[in-house]
């Protein structure tokens, strides 16, 4: 099915360890960004990417990490886990940045950093 | 980039009932996008109406735009329980999307 593919749905991280979260689209979109959701806050933009080896801070980036190297994958790294990032992660993609076109979201990972 | 703040917080009505949800935002944009989020969920894009453009219908939705305002509504006719979400707008100029806090629609039967 198209669409964006994020794994993995569920994880539990102890303070301090690593892990990246995974997204995957495959309708060869440009733009594709990392969303997180916290209650009461809305979504708040982590890191997005125009395109392979292009990727820009957003409103939230520290403590994550990101690359781009092919169009479809978009990996979030997290470098060392702590309790405030307990969320949910969103990754959304686009064919532009611009919004000219409605973003097309994953089914989200839920993470809990205890 | 745009922000988009939706008023009320929360609604809620019966089955058959029409819902309405507004959206106002500060800056001049390009576009403005309505999303539903189902709970725990990814958001879902539902419509975008332009810049020039006053409404947009699409099946029971109807989404208005006055940009002299700088706010929009989207109304939902005979409402389902299906429809119970929270909806999210975006308003956009030349960037990323940002996303509010939502409206939390609950239909009950």
């Known amino acids: 099915n198209a669409g964006v593919t994020q794994t993995p749905k569920f994880q539990v991280l102890k303070t301090g360890q690593s892990m990246t979260l995974q997204c995957a689209q495959d309708?060869?979109?440009?733009?594709m960004s990392w969303y997180r959701q916290d209650p009461g806050m809305g979504l708040r933009l982590i890191h997005y990417?125009?395109?392979?080896?292009?990727?820009d801070q957003g409103e939230v980036p520290n403590g994550y990490n990101v690359s781009r190297s092919t169009t479809e994958d978009f990996p979030l790294r997290l470098l060392s886990a702590a309790p405030s990032q307990t969320s949910v992660y969103f990754c959304a993609s686009s064919p532009t940045l611009t919004g000219n076109y409605g973003y097309t979201f994953g089914s989200g990972t839920r993470l809990t950093v205890v | 980039s745009q922000q988009g703040e939706e008023d009320p917080q929360a609604l809620s009505i019966q089955e058959g009932e029409n819902a309405t949800m507004n959206c106002s935002y500060k800056?001049?944009?390009?576009?403005l996008q309505w999303y539903r989020q189902n709970s725990g969920r990814g958001l879902v894009h539902l419509i975008l109406?332009?810049?020039?453009?006053r409404e947009k219908h699409s099946g029971r939705l109807r989404v208005t735009l006055d940009t002299s305002k700088k706010s929009s509504s989207l109304l939902i006719t005979a409402s389902r329980a299906a429809d119970t979400a929270s909806y999210f707008c975006a308003p956009s100029g030349y960037s990323t999307l940002t996303f509010g806090k939502g409206t939390m629609l609950l239909v009950s039967p």
């Open positions: 109406i332009r810049s020039n453009e």
């Open positions: 990417s125009v395109g392979a080896g292009i990727t």
């Open positions: 309708m060869n979109h440009e733009y």
């Open positions: 800056t001049s944009i390009n576009n």
